[in-house]
Every structure is written in C-alpha cells, then in structure tokens.
C-alpha cells in the first residue's frame, strides 16, 4: 500500500535551515494535495503547507516567508525547505498525500520527523 518515508529533520540553530523530504511508494490513486503537517507536545497538529496537484500553494501564517513546499512528481517526493528557523517551529512533522480513486478517498502520512531549533 501506500507509503510515505520522511526525512531531513534534526537538531538546528535559530536562524538556521533544513529541508524535509517525503518519498511516497505505492500509489494507487490521483493526487489530490501533499502537505506537511507538525506537532508539539501539548498541541494539536497543524497545517504547515500544502501543494495541489495542480501546483497551487498555502501556509500557515507563522511559516509563510520562510517555508516553501515544492514536489517532484517524478519521484514521487515532497518536500519542505524551512528557512530561519525558529524555537517555536519545534515539532514533530509528518507528510500527509491525499488523493481519490473512483469513489475512494486516500489520506496517508508518513512516520513523522523530528525537527529540534535551540542553541
């Protein structure tokens, strides 16, 4: 089935820069949107961004400016750059893909990664 494999997370100073990459296997259905979500402890998960399948983008507020999605539809693969990193963008975050196949619906999400901004 459906598998979504995160990667690119880690431990970064404020101001600093990572780059989150999704690779997604298996794929059976028309892709309707891929986006990334994030959690931190206490809080509910949230939208960070979000890619159509016709390219068009959307950002929580507190990322817009310094975060970019973009895909490779070729590979299968999402990603987000995230520019000047602050504490606050401490979170789990998770690739969520979800598309349509006739009368069926698919929403999948990866496993998460840990994205961690301290000095």
């Known amino acids: 089935q459906v598998q979504l494999v995160e990667s690119g997370g880690g431990l970064v100073q404020p101001g600093g820069f990572l780059r989150l990459s999704c690779a997604a296997s298996?794929?059976?259905?028309?892709?309707?949107?891929m986006g990334w979500y994030r959690q931190a402890p206490g809080n509910e998960r949230e939208l960070v961004a979000v890619?159509?399948?016709?390219?068009?983008?959307n950002y929580a507020d507190s990322v817009k400016d310094r975060f970019t999605i973009s895909r490779d539809n070729a590979k299968n693969t999402v990603y987000l750059q995230m520019n000047s990193l602050k504490p606050e963008d401490t979170a789990v975050y998770y690739c969520?893909?979800?598309?349509?196949?006739?009368?069926?619906?698919?929403?999948?999400w990866g496993q998460g990664t840990q994205v961690t901004v301290s000095s």
């Open positions: 969520n893909v979800r598309g349509v196949r006739g009368r069926d619906t698919y929403d999948s």
């Open positions: 298996g794929i059976i259905f028309s892709i309707s949107a």
């Open positions: 890619i159509t399948s016709g390219g068009s983008t």
